[in-house]
């Protein structure tokens, strides 16, 4: 498991994003995520509880209004998704073998960005990127399918992901008005100013890339390391 510094780190970057705001965890919020910690709770049931609480105060809360920001909003939510993990006999603390080696830390990673994916589209309020988003995000509930499973790995799901984004990608580009498209093409050019050494072929190439990363922007998703 990780380290006590990772585990905390890894839930204040995970509750800064879900609720859109930067935040640091308050000394009681710290001791929650401690007990946590020292219990074994894995993060992505962290992640999706939070993510969960979230959902439940934007659909009763509001418009705008901005979900709690100390954990023990969230604490119930956790500890009950902790209690059904532990009667689920899949997860082999009944006694019970799973039907295949399932990945720990892909099963984790696809959690967290399925719980993110969600509160992307919910929060989004163009019409064209809110369903660009939720494709996304269901496309993500396949990939957490296969990895429980024990279909994909870590590897594998980094590779998934990537394809996924590259056709929500060319969906999102197909679908842009022409306002949009045009002011995509001036920072294509604007960024390919910069950089007037390339030869042709890299030229294309480069473009490719440099489209991905304008368009992910344009969504708000977060950028891949190419």
């Known amino acids: 498991m990780e380290k006590y510094h990772d585990y905390l780190t890894s839930i204040e970057r995970f509750f800064a994003v879900a609720r859109c705001s930067g935040f640091v965890l308050s000394p009681r919020d710290q001791e929650w995520v401690r007990q946590w910690y020292q219990k074994g709770y894995p993060l992505r049931l962290v992640f999706e509880g939070i993510a969960e609480g979230i959902l439940t105060h934007r659909h009763h809360a509001p418009r705008g209004a ?3 920001h100390h954990l023990n909003y969230y604490r119930k939510v956790i500890e009950g998704k902790i209690r059904q993990f532990q009667r689920d006999p899949m997860h082999g603390l009944t006694g019970a073998t799973p039907v295949a080696q399932v990945d720990d830390e892909a099963l984790e990673a696809v959690a967290h960005f399925l719980a993110e994916g969600r509160l992307l589209a919910l929060q989004e309020t163009r019409e064209l990127e809110r369903q660009i988003k939720e494709t996304r995000a269901q496309g993500i509930e396949v990939l957490q399918r296969l990895v429980q499973q024990g279909e994909v790995d870590l590897e594998g799901l980094w590779l998934r992901l990537q394809n996924l984004d590259d056709e ?7 679908g842009l008005d022409s306002k949009t498209r045009q002011w995509l093409e001036t920072q294509l050019a604007e960024q390919l100013s910069l950089e007037p050494e390339l030869g042709h072929r890299a030229l294309a190439g480069r473009k490719q890339t440099l489209r991905r990363g304008i368009l992910r922007e344009g969504l708000g998703l977060p950028q891949w390391n190419e």
């Open 66 to 68: 901005l979900p709690p």
């Open 168 to 174: 929500i990608l060319s969906l999102y580009d197909s």
